[in-house]
């Protein structure tokens, strides 16, 4: 049986009790996914397995990422969002059970795939149903409290992995989200009610094959090169399959009446500039999420667990700024917000790119809260007004697209900017080793020294091209124009299945 979608009663009264579930579950979806990067070293001596070996936790789950969000856009058309959130939820819980008792370390990677198809879904299906359940002048706000999901349990995990690790088994960060996960899925049977809208639409099985080719060999092989190098064949070949399947994906999309893509939304000019820009910010903030644990892992010689501390409160300040970002959007418009928080970001990316053997501790902690202030001025703003260009029945197409370029992008730049990072390292460690024998030093007793002056210098570099890449995006939003479509679509436009 089918009925219609109420979209305009809807918008008078939005179903914040549904939206919470979903928040309850995309949070520990998401804060999982960074969980175990502090845990790898733990877990490789446990089940006595090489670096490269061990790192397939976190690259598989990227994988079927790669593979599962692009197919969202027909997942969230095609079943009702009670359906979908209730399967995602069911295998991620049955992988995170898997995972604690998990007795070899091929158990456990199928664990970490199995996780990664139920969270794959969660942040499309969520930001489609806010997209959905608010009005346009709500959806600031709405969007805003979206990124507080988005933005911040990513950013918790490694400070909460590095404590567990420290004080208990790493099983036990399995352990913690396992009952929040079965008390998710109890509450979506009772409580959970259908939102988006349907349609009967058909999975085409080529552009799922050559999606999950073209965009799984890309996130590969970008997220290889840092460890194997850009010579080895398992990541140029990669890169390249992936690169051929992703082009003829989208001509096969573009010449499609029902894609499993649309990529004819890039027709309308602010959704366009908006992925640009998302795509930018995206590279930009990722070199502060890996080059400041780096450089005081590696520079300062401070424990992991106080690394990931020294971002906690960046990761705070985006959680707050978040929702207050969505309502200034709602007011103000996204230009406003974008160059102020562009111009933060330029600055601080600057004097990070300025650091010393000697840097303060709370000042870097400082000068990185106010870099991640900055960004959460203008992620959420910018991609809202992307989707705003939108036609509603786009809206599905529009999150698959930017969760997907949020996955690739991330990949690519942290592969880029390690690669910029390491090619100075041994440039400057040669030059630094050059100039002392030049001198009649013995550099045999200066070895550590030098990799700390090197590591530093290659780090400000990464940095010093991070800034030069945010001046890109500051430059991109002078375009910025705001964007008011319609209030609503016609009813007649949107059916939904209801569930007995």
């Known amino acids: 049986m089918e009925e219609s979608v109420d979209i305009k009663k809807m918008h008078e009264k939005p179903p914040y009790g549904v939206i919470a579930i979903l928040f309850i579950g995309a949070f520990v979806a998401i804060l999982n996914n960074t969980l175990l990067n502090i845990a790898l070293p733990v877990i490789m001596d446990e089940f006595s397995v090489r670096p490269s070996d ?40 049955l992988g995170t059970f898997l995972a604690i008792i998990a007795p070899t370390f091929g158990l456990l990677i199928v664990a970490r795939m199995v996780q990664a198809s139920g969270s794959a879904l969660m942040m499309p299906l969520l930001m489609n149903v806010m997209l959905t359940a608010f009005p346009v002048e709500k959806r600031g706000s709405a969007l805003g409290m979206f990124g507080l999901v988005m933005f911040t349990a990513p950013a918790i995990g490694p400070t909460l992995s590095g404590y567990i690790v420290e004080h208990y ?29 349907n349609r009967d639409v058909k999975l085409d099985v080529l552009s799922l094959v050559l999606s999950s080719i073209g965009f799984g060999g890309l996130l590969y092989g970008f997220s290889s090169a840092g460890e ?20 003829i994906f989208v001509v096969e999309q573009l010449n499609m009446e029902e894609p499993m893509l649309d990529f004819k939304i890039y027709k309308h000019p602010m959704f366009a500039l908006a992925s640009v820009i998302s795509i930018v910010l995206s590279i930009a903030m990722f ?80 000068l990185y809260t106010v870099r991640m202030f900055g960004m959460s001025m203008v992620t959420m703003p910018i991609m809202t007004n992307g989707m705003n260009s939108l036609p509603m029945k786009s809206n599905p197409h529009g999150t698959a697209m930017n969760n997907t370029l949020q996955q690739v992008s991330g ?90």
């Open 54 to 93: 061990v790192q397939w936790l976190t690259t598989g789950f990227m994988l079927v990422n790669g593979i599962l969000i692009p197919a969202s856009a027909f997942f969230i058309q095609k079943f009702t969002n009670k359906k979908i959130f209730l399967t995602a939820m069911v295998l991620f819980t």
């Open 169 to 197: 088994s790493w099983r036990t960060l399995f352990e913690i989200v396992l009952p929040i996960a079965i008390l998710t899925i109890i509450l979506a049977v009772f409580k959970l009610k259908n939102i988006t809208p």
């Open 228 to 247: 194997m190098g850009w010579g080895a064949i398992e990541v140029y070949g990669t890169i390249g399959i992936g690169t051929i399947a992703l082009i």
């Open 287 to 366: 070199s502060g999420m890996i080059l400041t644990p780096l450089y005081v892992q590696n520079v300062r010689g401070i424990s992991p667990f106080h690394a990931g501390l020294l971002m906690l409160p960046g990761a705070i300040a985006m959680g707050i700024m978040s929702p207050i970002t969505g309502r200034l959007f709602d007011k103000y418009g996204p230009r406003a917000l974008a160059y102020t928080g562009l111009s933060i970001s330029v600055v601080t990316t600057y004097f990070l790119s300025r650091l010393q053997l000697d840097t303060g501790y709370y000042y870097l902690m400082m």
């Open 411 to 500: 990949a690519i730049g942290s592969a880029l900017l390690l690669t910029i990072m390491t090619n100075r390292l041994d440039q400057s460690a040669a030059d630094q080793a050059k100039e002392l024998m030049g001198a009649g030093v013995d550099i045999s007793t200066m070895k550590e020294e030098i990799g700390r002056m090197a590591m530093l210098d290659g780090v400000n570099h990464a940095f010093f091209i991070s800034t030069i890449i945010t001046v890109g995006a500051l430059v991109l939003a002078l375009f910025i124009k705001r964007v008011t479509p319609q209030q609503f679509e016609p009813v007649a436009e949107t059916k939904q299945e209801s569930e007995k």
